[in-house]
């Protein structure tokens, strides 16, 4: 108190207050700064956050070009546009493309329809694709196998390529098809995979056919007369004539 007390006359005496130290206001300014700093920082960070959000969406429409007006809604899922690894699909980029499988047996006629589907200028179905053991090893290898034909990187002579409107293949039930079919069913679903069961409605006549095939297959004709397979308009009229 001794340094606050000044005499100026001999009958006056002047109190002054202690001065605040020069540390404590350092800190006040120091704390304000601190909170005005992260105060400025929080509303630059949400305005890049809201820039880079809206330049991701603008991003993502701008890339989907092709449009689904032509195509009823209730197919809207069934409708893809794949884009293949292997190849460009040039101006037919923007052509909906559908998938299928064909299940079925053997002897079934599955052969025949095959060789229906694939008559058509844009429709490929690329055969007994499982009828290789290493395709069929686990599910991995079955749903690798799966993405290649979806994707159009499956090249067969059935392949049309860029302006396939629909592409699918045969799977027989004894090709490994009923040890997975959980996630079969899950990729089918995903993929909005169209699945053809394909039966002979007459067993009769497709026990007869499978001992027919059997017996060729075993004869190995070369210029014989093959019992599985009809030549002519009266054998197909008689498909007992074995």
């Known amino acids: 108190m001794a340094e606050a007390i000044c005499l100026f006359t001999k009958g006056t005496i002047i109190i002054k207050s202690p001065k605040k130290s020069p540390v404590f206001l350092r800190m006040i300014v120091l704390v304000f700064a601190m909170v005005c700093g992260v105060y400025i920082c929080s509303v630059c960070l949400n305005q ?9 969406l603008n991003v993502e429409i701008n890339k989907r070009h092709c449009c689904d007006y032509e ?31 064909t299940f079925s047996m053997q002897r079934s006629g599955s052969g025949w329809f095959e060789t229906l589907l694939n008559s058509h200028t844009n429709v490929s179905s690329n055969g007994e694709i499982f009828s290789v053991k290493e395709r069929r090893n686990n599910v991995t290898s079955k749903l690798t196998t799966l993405d290649r034909v979806y994707n159009l990187d499956w090249f067969t002579s059935a392949s049309k390529n860029q302006c396939s409107a629909a592409v699918g293949f045969k799977w027989m039930l004894n090709q490994g098809l009923m040890e997975n079919h959980k996630e079969i069913v899950q990729y089918f679903d995903n993929r909005g995979v169209s699945v053809i069961f394909l039966f002979r409605r007459n067993l009769l006549r497709r026990m007869v056919s499978v ?21 002519s308009l ?9």
């Open 71 to 101: 195509v009823d809604r209730s197919q809207t899922p069934y409708a893809h546009y794949p884009k293949p690894e292997t190849f460009s699909r040039a101006e037919c980029a923007c052509n909906p493309v559908r998938y299928f499988a």
């Open 234 to 242: 009266e054998e197909a009229d008689n498909p007992f004539k074995i």
């Open 211 to 231: 001992l027919a095939n059997s017996f060729d297959r075993y004869a190995k004709l070369l210029n014989g007369t093959h019992k599985s397979h009809v030549h």
């Open 48 to 56: 890049t956050n809201f820039g880079t959000t809206s330049k991701l």
